[in-house]
């Protein structure tokens, strides 16, 4: 109710501030009997890692996983699986002034507001380090659904600042640093490097996709697949926009485009993103989210102090000059989570159907 | 947990098909003592009606709403509120043919394959019908906010198909059957009597707002205010897209321009669109959402039937040639509903809280 | 979150006063598919029903149900199931005093201190009125659980103010207005025929089970099976206390005792009642309660009016001098609710368990 | 959903195993601004802690509890209250038969049965070690609402096996390690002595209250305050009847003795232990529980294998041969996480409400 868990079925209760003694999320309705350890989370949590390129945060985070519960003899046993993250490098006299003001942009004002005080250390509860223990509970969420449904969710950068990048391969996307799909990334690269030497940041346009997705997920009315989703992205910091498959380009869209016709070997055309009515169709996912500019900067910006007297304020510390760049896996973590939720949802209640559709029905029903 | 409720502390219950008996909804969680009778939802209903103008559906509801619980004497008691909507205009036999087949875009597909079976009678639980009772009961949260907090709801369309709609001002909305923010509207009109005429449909973009707004509400990390409006947005019939603030404009922003200023006199611009952090900053939610074009449409399409075999299908019958039209009362009502949960939520836990800041501290603190 | 809805996966949300113009529910979470019209619910009502015999309230009410939605040519949809059933003998003058005074034992004096006003007609929303939309919820339940696990729920007194009453057959329930499992209740009668002479009330404990349970149902560490059915039965109006199998029996029973021995055949004796740490063993339910003396009695009480002041009441109107009467089909009602619920969630976290037992595993799993 | 989780606006995230590395909770709702560090929290965990007698298991466990998350400075933040304590005392081969045998009266066989597998050492998540977490977390709910409300929170012991303790004063409670309201606790003694003596166990009643209650908490219809102190008390391990004031006895009680009289001073008596209606009357909260016989025993018991032959099983290990002694301090607590919850949800729904009487009108009003 306070916010802090994702989910109902597989429900994800994340803690921690940036710069306390740790991190981590309870996981509560994990199926019984997988075999899981940490090394089927550290690779993601590693990807998600600050420091691994001069494009991010420099800040070093080991982003070490280990389980505390809810595994014995190498398998989840059903009970709360608790994974802690420690958090290592705390320099916290780099953000002393920001306790004093507000960055534009930036949660700090709100949460003063809501709370009556708050935790300035590298933006404490707000910190996009709190996505960490989201990614480490999407690897469960993943292992289990691609195990028990083959889906397969993957993401890419599709627009960096001004730059939109094309599509050529999900092949490439781990080859850089940017998640970018495309071979050559140097124009990224230089992009990156003008801003940083600008001291601004920028925002990006992020792709996320689930593949081989069962039919019929999703609860009309409200709790919608695309509904979900939608909530799940929005809920990653610096998130304004969410689409699924056409997105506001369907908003120029006549009818009979827009609708995907329906054959004996599937769909023609994804412009629903793989929902329709709230219901999976039982074809990829499709969804895209624009991620705002970083607040954290080092140009100087006006404000207000503690005080309600004007100031201007200038970030110092190791942030990100776009915090879109490790948006991916935060998303494709999110976008796990969200249809885990569902696929445990739908069997609650639809255990007992049975497809009337004989040739298209999809591999869930 | 089967997705028919809308809310935790002020929580909607959704009911009804289409062309069932009746459509409505229970309210649990109305604070108690606020004066309330028909006459403060039929209002909001009726903004929403079919049959209001040429340009949408020729479906004959009244949408008379009765209140069967919940109110003694004329004021809430704190205990359910059921709102009771009969539904009148049930011309079943126009949906005969759409039992068999599936439109293109349209939920009839995924809710076969979900639940095995389905009530196709005008769309049955997926039709756009069962919005009415979330404008009702947004008319509730309307009221009670209006009163407690002044907050104002406001939407507006701002693209109909391909055409931009400017803004002049909040005054032209009610005076023309488009919600349009203009006092010329022949453009509109034209326009969907050509698409009428082609058989067709087309999409919409929808501006939906909230003013005077308290600060603080909004929980992180995951019932963020915003990734509630998103998932609110997202689960309207149609919508395929939803931002905040400067949404997905903020890709190509700089931090320097997207970060809003602190001053004393409250924030510079919005690009947050009210919110940051996942917590209202005062200013007003400005929240935007792609509607996509309506699937039932007369003009044939390829599909395949219940056999599976590939067929043709034409939807008669009396449809929106643009569900983007009636979007904007809806829009407005989930809102007002997504503010009225986070504004119970956070005085639970937030009751004692005394902004420490002097100068802009906000209505709610 | 309010209070008013029962469950999670089979959630039952309830609405109306005991003199507004209806009551009923709204069932969130039925499967689809299954056959369901008002002849399945109807039965249960009518053993819940006032004026069926003269040992208890003369209130005439039909207690009609009526499907408002989820059900289409004659099977469940998987949508919401809202039941209906109109107040038709509502004589709200015989409960004018009670507006201005607190009968004790009452929830009269709580209902105004929680919500600074109430509904004074017939108890409005504190009526045991509002069990019947859970009967009839109960009746849904009792249905899907017999079809698809043969479980089956019954219910008997076991006790009449100070008469002990002994088992004899399951028989004989049906066949006295007691719902006593005795074949003479000739003592009963005279016992509340003098109550109702002397003006006065009486207590009752009734008991209530569930027969071929599936194994495994039940989630610790909270929401445990026997921690799920004391919420459940301590919700019953009137109710003051809950034991499960042995229950307080257990305080002066050493381990050797209480504790189950198991064989190849099964459990040699139940002082479990059916649960172990929370999760059905597989053997019967078994579950009492302890329902308080009407409070609404004509005796004079010393009571206080609305200005706090010293005064009398008496009840008159048509009350049942011993609401533990009644009690029978309710608490069989609300356990079938809550093994429907668990039954739902134990499949979502737990369909792929394989019992590893070979003899005496249950037919759940 | 799968149950670890107590309470809705104080929630708490249970998570971890008897003998795992670590068990904890997360205390998601906490008020910000509260001061709150471990010797809080501490005292608490020392009153349930093991090997304070010789009545009680002779397991070591120092239950340290450290915070890791939701306090700065000091102070509550408002975010999640991560508690952790770390298991020292992991003596897993005394474990090592039960691992293939049923404990008649243990949880063993049911988690096998759920879950296809299960963590046998210490009893794994079904071990009432798991109560720690609760009563760490009801020590956070206690300061908060004795700050907030001044309300206390006690228990004792009422009946150890055949014995019954009668009530001299709470000032003896802390006094004897039984939690027993009298002095001369000798009787105790020598029966607890020839208990263990005699390999067995014997069950307990255990009586916990609230003072100083608000008027007004608990919400009807389902959510009354005491359905949800009976789904709590229920929900503790070994728990097998739970009463609320006059609780069975009211069965023989009449309506003219149960009904407790107002009066401008207010209540005359408590047989409705603190709630009508569901909810609290402002006077003390008056709860009692039946404790169950441990089931972990030394004396031979008949049981199968986890091959369904017939065996026998004799516990080994370090028990507590009346998990009822140390029941007092967990009741508390779970009692104070009942109260904290509706406190909080009170005041969402209800903070605007004015109570209309004069003379006895709670303190929370």
Redesign the interface.
């Known amino acids: 109710?306070?916010?802090?868990?994702?989910g109902?079925?597989f429900?994800v209760?994340?803690?921690?501030?940036s710069h306390?003694?740790?991190?981590?999320c309870?996981i509560?309705?994990?199926?019984?009997?997988m075999e899981l350890s940490e090394t089927d989370i550290q690779p993601d949590l590693d990807r998600r890692r600050p420091g691994t390129s001069r494009h991010v945060t420099q800040r070093k985070e080991e982003d070490k996983v280990?389980i505390?519960?809810?595994v014995?003899e190498g398998?989840t046993?059903?009970?709360?699986?608790?994974l802690l993250i420690r958090n290592t490098d705390q320099r916290s006299k780099d953000y002393g002034d920001i306790a004093a003001t507000?960055?534009?942009?930036?949660?700090d004002?709100?949460?003063?507001?809501?709370?009556?005080?708050?935790?300035p250390?590298g933006g404490?509860?707000?910190s996009a380090r709190?996505t960490a223990p989201m990614v480490a509970a999407g690897a469960v969420a993943r292992k289990w659904l691609g195990r028990?449904h083959g889906i397969v969710f993957r993401g890419c950068m599709q627009?960096l600042?001004?730059i939109e990048i094309g599509f050529e391969s999900w092949d490439h996307v781990p080859r850089n640093p940017f998640f970018a799909p495309i071979a050559d990334v140097s124009r990224l690269e230089d992009y990156m490097d003008a801003l940083r030497k600008s001291g601004?940041?920028?925002?990006?346009?992020i792709r996320v996709t689930a593949s081989n997705m069962p039919?019929?997920?999703?609860?009309?009315?409200?709790?919608?697949l695309?509904?979900?989703?939608?909530?799940?992205?929005?809920?990653i910091?610096a998130v304004?926009?969410?689409?699924?498959?056409?997105?506001?380009?369907?908003?120029?869209?006549?009818?009979?485009?827009?609708?995907?016709?329906?054959?004996?070997q599937g769909f023609?055309t994804n412009?629903?993103?793989g929902?329709?009515?709230?219901?999976?169709?039982?074809q990829d996912l499709e969804v895209f989210i624009?991620?705002?500019?970083?607040?954290s900067?080092i140009?100087p910006?006006?404000?207000?102090d503690?005080?309600?007297?004007?100031t201007q304020v200038i970030t110092k510390g190791r942030h990100d000059p776009c915090v879109?760049i490790r948006a991916t896996p935060i998303a494709e973590a999110m976008l796990a989570l969200v249809v885990m939720d569902h696929v445990?949802?739908?069997?609650?209640?639809?255990?007992?159907?049975?497809?009337?559709?004989?040739?298209?029905?999809?591999s869930f029903?």
């Open positions: 109710m306070s916010g802090n868990t994702f109902s079925l429900a209760t994340n803690f921690g501030e306390g003694p740790a991190i981590g309870v509560d309705g994990c199926p019984p009997g280990e505390l519960s809810g014995y398998k046993t059903g009970t709360p699986i608790c507000f960055r534009p942009g930036h949660a004002y709100t949460y003063l507001q809501k709370y009556g005080l708050r935790d250390r404490g509860r707000s709190l028990q627009q600042g001004e601004d940041s920028c925002g990006a346009r039919t019929g997920l999703g609860e009309p009315l409200f709790d919608k695309d509904a979900d989703i939608a909530w799940a992205m929005m809920g910091n304004k926009g969410v689409e699924i498959g056409a997105g506001f380009a369907s908003v120029t869209q006549r009818g009979t485009t827009h609708g995907d016709s329906l054959t004996p023609a412009n629903a993103g929902v329709l009515g709230g219901i999976s169709t039982g624009a991620v705002k500019p970083t607040s900067i140009s910006r006006e404000t207000i503690v005080n309600g007297q004007p879109g445990l949802r739908h069997r609650a209640q639809n255990a007992e159907v049975q497809s009337p559709l004989p040739a298209i029905a999809a029903l």
